[in-house]
């Protein structure tokens, strides 16, 4: 199939608009002044409107490189039926506020939650419904929920090889210099937040890896060091803080971001498009938070054969099919590479997935002795 080569070329839009605590504090006072507004003022409905986060509302923008969100919304408006919900949705507004913004406090997504059991009757009953209002009350601000005072709660993932991350001592504010060759057996592991960081690197590249095991085997045999290259592992699905740390590396070092996941609609769909292009569901955000740049190195369906892995191959599940007919279709990304139409439809005819240690069946570090400088040598990547 055809496939396309690693350009180096920083993506736009690279840096978030910075948002002060004060400026964010305002902009939720403006929110609830314009509903006590409607209520006392003008003695109506109260309202508030949210970007609709969905595949649906998006648009592939070829140019950027990343999911648009589009001009649809949804409208909470206070009536019988929603009065919790919207209960729900200003007590949220003013926990950002009064208890982060405007004393300078962190909260993750668990802790806002249990917070909410003193809210009485608008409390939560269970986590998806604060997690999806505070996505909600993100997209609406457009401002990151990171910049809010939200921290995730998630791991950002791990890094090592030639890179030295300058993070900043939180008591003294002085400089720490981070060489990740030099953490023994183990990896630097990306915080929360990461805007604030710079970095050091000769590096060629940056190899972004699915499995936290065929990671840990690139680190215990120094691949990094034959490469050249800054290993990044993801362990399923990026977070926001693994991706924008990816991105804000490779557009500062001007280095080319290379993923390897498994060979499955998951890897494909999920874990690599949402890291080169976003989701519909965070479409608001996506232009800070995913890596336009990154090719895909493998692994493709191409390679079953190449590498005579037909026995290690395992049959895709109602699941993995539908995920993938629902990619041809739906998923705007896959719609506009032909490459990506090709892979999937091969995989479909295969009936069949492969994961990353397929490649053990020639050897335990057949991946590393053969298959990646194969595939490096060529430089021919999916996009």
Not at 126 to 155: H, V
Not at 175 to 191: E, F, M, R, V, Y
């Amino acid at each position: 199939m055809p496939k396309k080569k690693v350009v180096k070329t920083a993506a736009p839009d690279a840096a978030p608009q910075v948002v002060s605590k004060q400026a964010a504090s305002e902009k939720i006072q403006e929110v609830a002044e314009e509903i006590y507004g409607d209520v006392m003022k003008k003695g109506r409905k109260p309202s508030m409107s949210f970007p609709v986060r969905s595949l649906a509302n998006v648009k592939y923008d070829v140019k950027r490189g990343h999911f648009e969100i589009l001009n649809k919304t949804s409208t909470r408006t206070l009536s019988y039926n929603t009065v919790k919900t919207f209960a729900q949705s200003m007590r949220l507004l003013a926990t950002t506020k009064n208890d982060l913004l405007d004393k300078d406090d962190i909260a993750g997504k668990r802790e806002v939650y249990y917070n909410s059991k003193s809210w009485g009757e608008c409390r939560f009953d269970e986590q998806p419904e604060s997690d999806t209002l505070l996505d909600d009350i993100e997209a609406m601000l457009s401002i990151n929920r990171e910049q809010l005072g939200y921290i995730p709660e998630e791991r950002g993932g791990d890094v090592c090889g030639p890179l030295t991350v300058i993070d900043l001592d939180p008591g003294t504010n002085k400089d720490i210099k981070i060489d990740c060759t030099k953490l023994g057996t183990g990896a630097w592991s990306i915080p929360s937040r990461v805007e604030h960081l710079r970095f050091q690197s000769k590096a060629k590249l940056v190899l972004v890896v699915e499995t936290a095991s065929l990671f840990q085997r690139l680190v215990h045999h120094r691949y990094y060091e034959k490469a050249n290259c800054i290993l990044i592992s993801m362990s399923g699905v990026p977070t926001r803080a693994c991706r924008r740390f990816i991105r804000r590396l490779s557009d500062d070092q001007k280095i080319p971001v290379l993923a390897f996941t498994d060979g499955d609609p998951y890897g494909y769909c999920n874990i690599y498009r949402t890291l080169k292009v976003g989701s519909g569901q965070a479409a608001h955000i996506n232009r800070y938070f995913c890596v336009p740049q990154v090719h895909y190195l493998g692994v493709t369906p191409q390679d079953i054969s190449d590498y005579k892995l037909e026995d290690a191959t395992h049959p895709l599940e109602e699941a993995d099919i539908k995920r993938a007919k629902d990619a041809l279709k739906n998923d705007p990304f896959i719609k506009h590479h032909k490459e990506w139409q090709q892979a999937l439809e091969h995989m479909l005819k295969l009936g069949v997935r492969i994961e990353q240690q397929a490649f053990a069946k020639h050897g335990l570090n057949f991946v590393l002795e053969h298959y990646l400088p194969e595939k490096l040598k060529k430089g021919q990547f999916l996009p």
